[in-house]
């Protein structure tokens, strides 16, 4: 059995050094802890992380195996062109870029937080950096299957002439770190 440490879950927020809206939502998370165990799914109260939902997703992860997207808010859908609630997120991943990504929502699901900078192009050609906080629930199905919350601080920009959607999205982020929550 896994020992998390919720110590070490605030030491890895302060090290990964993450933005005023990801912090804030990786604090409501901490908040959720039941002493050194990781929060479940249900003590998460979307109402308060309101702001939050439009770049709110949360996975489904069977480490090793699979990650199938449960919930995807309103921004990451303008952002990527589609909704894909329900859908096989590897399937969806360009096939050179699937290992990495799986390697990425399956640390994150045994007991880590990770934070992600992704690169994207908006329709008027200007780079857009994003960050992403990606934080673990405690719930294990039987299958082994875990939950994955997962926060982008991008949100599409509205002109008189409709949403300034991104053109050109990375398919996986370009930087990567993460700090496991174990107790040392």
């Given at each position: ?26 604090q409501y998370w901490l908040s ?74 399956s640390s994150v699901a045994r ?29 294990i199905a039987e299958d082994g ?40």
């Amino acid at each position: 059995m896994t020992v998390f440490n919720q110590a070490a879950a605030v030491a890895a927020l302060d090290n990964l050094s993450f933005g005023p809206e990801n912090l804030r939502l990786a604090q409501y998370w901490l908040s959720l802890w039941n002493g050194d165990a990781l929060p479940l799914r249900a003590a998460f109260d979307p109402k308060k992380a309101q702001a939050h939902l439009p770049g709110l997703a949360i996975f489904e992860v069977k480490p090793d195996e699979s990650v199938r997207c449960r919930l995807f808010g309103s921004a990451l859908v303008t952002a990527i062109g589609k909704d894909i609630t329900g859908c096989d997120w590897l399937a969806m991943t360009k096939e050179d870029q699937r290992a990495t990504r799986l390697f990425r929502y399956s640390s994150v699901a045994r007991g880590a937080i990770a934070r992600c900078i992704r690169r994207g192009i908006d329709r008027s050609g200007e780079t857009i950096l994003t960050e992403e906080i990606m934080l673990p629930f405690g719930d294990i199905a039987e299958d082994g299957t875990r939950l994955v919350l997962y926060h982008a601080n991008w949100r599409p920009v509205v002109f008189e002439r409709g949403t300034a959607e991104l053109s050109e999205i990375d398919g996986i982020a370009a930087e990567f770190q993460s700090a496991p929550l174990m107790a040392a």
